[in-house]
């Protein structure tokens, strides 16, 4: 089991890094200069939902076939519509990796009694 769960743990970090924002080793550089967490938060929208939406995009119209449909143009895509196509891909991911891990869990289980 131990194994089993290693493997699992593993394969979700891998997951994880490989669709966050963020890189697993490097760093920015600063040119010396401080750099402070409320600096880099002022870029992140406040007001509310309104603003949110208004960074991304949300009046501009969008179906499931412009995000998902045989031919996407990434450029005509509103950005909220480009965020969600990236979340559902992501759900579907984690939710075959999911049930191989409990597939792979519970035949484990079953030949050991």
């Known amino acids: 089991m131990r194994k089993i769960r290693n493997a699992a743990i593993a ?6 890094l490989t669709f966050g924002g963020v890189s697993a080793a490097t760093a920015e550089e600063n040119d010396g200069e401080n750099v ?3 600096s880099q938060l002022s870029s992140v929208p406040t007001g509310g939902s309104s603003a949110f939406g208004d ?4 009046d501009d119209r969008g179906t499931g076939e412009d ?13 909220w519509l480009g965020k969600w196509r990236d979340l559902t891909t992501l759900a579907g991911l984690g939710t075959v990796l999911g049930a191989i891990i409990g597939a ?8 050991a009694q």
């Open 11 to 16: 394969g979700a970090t891998a997951l994880a």
């Open 36 to 38: 402070s967490l409320s």
């Open 55 to 58: 960074a991304n995009e949300a």
């Open 104 to 111: 792979v869990n519970f035949f484990q289980f079953l030949n």
């Open 67 to 79: 995000a998902l449909g045989e031919e996407t143009d990434d450029e005509a895509t509103p950005e």
